[in-house]
């Protein structure tokens, strides 16, 4: 079982819709971040976040510590969302980052 | 732009061949990290790096990938007498201390390596 796990895998919405991705993980973290990558390109920080919630624009990331899961909500999702998402927890004493498999979401004009 | 530059941002080689990845931190980050997404994979890490010292190879493989972060200039991912299954996409990242329990890394726009 891998120490991160996203839900769903892909995800096709319709433009305006409200998506919501899901990460759960496993092992004890210091910090979770949600990263976006375009398809063969590079990898854009989102959120590094500890506790509660916080908001970029139309991106909002909260975080349950107890229940060791985070989500990330788009409103309003445009068709220039369309990109993978990724969770990841800084484990262990290094600060390495733990990936999950991402969710591939298709933004649908 | 002070971000994290990676190059080359593509690079071929042929099996056997070795594969020099370069890194170049944000100025005045001192840890670097390299990181490596196979074709239809998820990223995995490799190696923790801060100035001069290697603090966390776990996720290196065990032959032929070496990596260094000198005193002066950029950090270089080595992998000698590359296979088809080194192809993939190589990120690295940076951070500074800054004195917090932890902290955000920047990504570089990866190099992606394809072995022929």
């Known amino acids: 079982k891998n120490e991160v796990e996203q839900s769903p895998q892909n995800l096709t919405a319709q433009e305006g819709e409200f998506i919501t991705i899901n990460c759960s993980y496993s092992?004890?973290?210091?910090?979770l971040h949600w990263l976006q990558q375009h398809p063969g390109g590079g990898i854009v920080s989102l959120f590094m976040l500890s506790s509660g919630k916080k908001k970029h624009g139309r991106l909002i990331a909260t975080i349950n510590i107890q229940e060791k899961h985070s989500s990330l909500h788009i409103t309003a999702s445009h068709p220039r969302d369309s990109a993978v998402y990724i969770c990841?927890?800084?484990?262990?004493?290094?600060?390495?980052?733990?990936f999950g498999t991402g969710t591939l979401l298709a933004v649908q004009p | 732009n002070a971000g994290v530059m990676q190059n080359p941002r593509h690079l071929v080689r042929r099996r056997g061949q070795e594969a020099r990845l370069r890194c170049s931190p944000v100025?005045?980050?001192?840890?670097v990290y390299w990181y490596r997404q196979l074709p239809e994979e998820g990223l995995k890490f490799m190696v923790y790096l801060q100035k001069e010292n290697i603090i966390d190879e776990s996720g290196m493989p065990k032959e032929r990938f070496s990596a260094e972060f000198p005193k002066e200039g950029p950090s270089i991912l080595r992998i000698q007498q590359v296979v088809r299954g080194d192809s993939a996409a190589y990120f690295c990242a940076s951070s500074d201390t800054g004195g917090a329990l932890y902290y955000e890394q920047y990504f570089g726009p990866g190099t992606r390596l394809t072995v022929t």
């Open positions: 990841a927890v800084n484990g262990g004493a290094t600060n390495k980052l733990i």
């Open positions: 100025k005045g980050h001192s840890h």
């Open positions: 092992v004890g973290i210091s910090a």
